[in-house]
């Protein structure tokens, strides 16, 4: 990594100004690891600043090598860490029902903010909104951010909690794989762990039943996502419900209809793009893992269809403010 661009540290008090306090009012979210504050710096940029729970178990040595591995993360599709905090300070802190002098150390990862939230948060039943293009291009850009981890990192970089929580959305609703947890980067492709991983509802049966984790368990997590960017929430729970084939007419033959009373042209180009990803999807969640494609599969797929029938010119431009391309995923 060029050195040049080397994550500063930042120190306690300055994330404290900028977060005014670690008020309530600039909480963005929380979860297993902390709480994540929209931050101001001085020159008026907003990063997202999450202050990291006391872990127990997690010392400066651990600390310092997760910061590493996350700072040699860059790609577009990939939330990039701006700077970090790692300070011993002595405070006063209750002990026995009296304060005391200690030491306390207080710990932060800062990203860039992501002006549109997560995706998590626009995921909605298929059947409202009208721009296939806007979910095609998240599930095109989750999918590269995830090659990048799985394919170009050496050794890769598996995520292990991929889900639309954890996709983040920026101004142009351009999908970046965020809130890595604490990851580590794999040596072996496969392996059992005994440490817990993961999001119910995005696991795969392996790792259910024996706790097995691979590059194929974040291709399971993404099929779940595709499917639910395509079917709404519960689209994943449908799919269990029905055949794998009535479940693609299903999902194709409500986008054929939206598109069309969308007046979309080259809808046949569409709809091809439409029974792919859900096909895709649906491989994704196979459980034979041995079954599930590799990320590179799938983005030959995905290019695949768009060399066979390009996207026309008038629909790769916003027609709309970035509000309006957030709501028409809603």
Known sequence: MDHASVVPSIAYHLLEQMTDGFSEDRELGRGTYGKVYLGLRANGEKIAVKML?????????LFEKE????????????????GYCNETRREYVPYNGKMVLGEVTHRALCFEYMQNG???????????????HTRYAIIKGISKGLKYLHEELEPPMFHLDLKPANVLLDENCVPKIGDFGLSRLIDERTRITTSSVGTIGYLPPEYINHHVISNKLDIFSLG?????IMAGPMGYSKSAEISSQQFIELVHRNW??????????ALESYCIQVKTCIEMGLTCVEVDRHKRPTIGNILNKLNEIETASQFPDALLKDPGSTKNQVRSLT
């Open 53 to 61: 729970h006391p872990i127990l178990g997690l010392d400066d040595e």
């Open 67 to 82: 910061y590493h591995n996350l700072e040699i993360l860059q790609h577009q599709n990939v939330v990039r860490l701006v």
């Open 224 to 228: 779940v996502i595709i499917i639910k």
């Open 118 to 132: 997560s995706l998590n948060d626009y995921l909605s039943d298929e059947s409202s909104g009208h721009d296939w």
């Open 256 to 265: 054929r209809n939206r598109l069309h009373a969308a007046s979309v042209n």
